[in-house]
């Protein structure tokens, strides 16, 4: 860990001076990370330009099903916008601060919205495969935290404040976006377990006791970080399997993966929904 955080601001900059350079003049203003099985919803930009991830200078590379390590740059409803297909997780051996390394680069970039997607499990029982929910808050239960280390106080405040890391502005037009869709969504709290073992029957209950909603093993370092760095954020789950003791199955990721498959069309559609509110009030 120390030895990756050596130059840490350096190696952001470095990554951040690539992007700019493969992306000419253009300049995004909302981020879209696709998570597990998402990623044909980059299929929507218009005029694409497509970065790979293994030619960015210090980029961490995922090795999880289904995130396919690409940058797409474009326009969705007329908005600048960057697609990252696939993201990078603390369960794949990584530090968190390599986790949250393409946050900080976003960050840098100016980028003004981050959305965060991800698959997660149902732990409301009120929850089935394949429904939505918009993240109003998590509960961290990873173990660790990507601002842990020393302070950079060029990207943050030493102890940044939580309580709106999800923008109430973005869940609001997230649900108006879902309405003019006629798409049904929930808010819900996210809780994030490290992994990358499935949560047992006796985690889900005690998620359930803490007032989770879904469970999964991503996001929210990524959040704290660009909450920290003043980027408005946004997080939108789909339930892609009862949580651990929910059901009567065993989890695989094979279910995971068809379950987001299913459900990318209302996903996409509602990630454009999103933008294009956001293009309307021009912000």
């Known amino acids: 860990m120390e030895r990756y955080m050596e130059g840490y601001y350096e190696k952001v900059s470095e990554a951040l001076r690539y992007l700019q350079s493969a992306a000419g003049d253009f300049q995004p203003k909302t981020a879209v990370v696709l998570g597990s099985g998402l990623g044909n919803i980059s299929e929507k ?7 790979d991830v293994n030619d960015i200078p210090h980029w961490p590379r995922s090795t999880a099903p289904g995130h396919a390590g690409q940058i797409v740059l474009g326009k969705i409803e007329g908005r600048p916008v960057a697609l990252l297909k696939g993201r990078v997780h603390y369960y ?16 840098m970039w100016g980028i003004a919205q981050y959305i965060g997607t991800n698959a997660s499990g149902g732990v409301d029982a ?15 239960y990873m173990g660790a935290n990507p601002l842990i280390g020393a302070a950079e106080l060029r990207w943050n405040a030493r102890f940044p404040d939580m309580t709106h890391a999800y923008n109430p502005r973005l869940l609001d037009l997230c649900e108006k976006a879902a309405s003019l869709q006629g798409i049904r969504v929930a808010r ?3 809780i994030a377990f490290a992994g990358p073992s499935y949560e047992t029957p006796a985690e889900i209950k ?12 991503s996001t929210v370092p990524e959040v704290i970080v660009s909450s920290a760095m003043g980027m408005e954020t ?6 892609s399997n009862l949580a651990a003791g929910m059901g009567g199955g065993t989890l695989d990721e094979k279910e995971v993966l068809s379950v987001m498959g299913e459900a990318s069309d209302r996903m996409g559609s509602l990630i454009c929904g999103l933008v294009k509110q956001l293009e309307g009030a021009s912000l």
């Open 234 to 239: 946004a997080v939108i789950s789909c339930v």
């Open 92 to 107: 794949e051996g990584y530090d968190m601060r390599e986790v949250t390394f393409p946050t900080r680069v976003l960050g």
């Open 188 to 190: 819900g709290v996210y």
């Open 45 to 51: 930009v218009r005029d694409p330009r497509v970065v």
């Open 206 to 217: 005690m998620a359930r006791v803490l007032g989770a909603s879904v469970v999964g093993m």
């Open 126 to 140: 009120r929850l089935r495969p394949g429904d939505i929910v918009l993240v109003e808050d998590h509960i961290n």
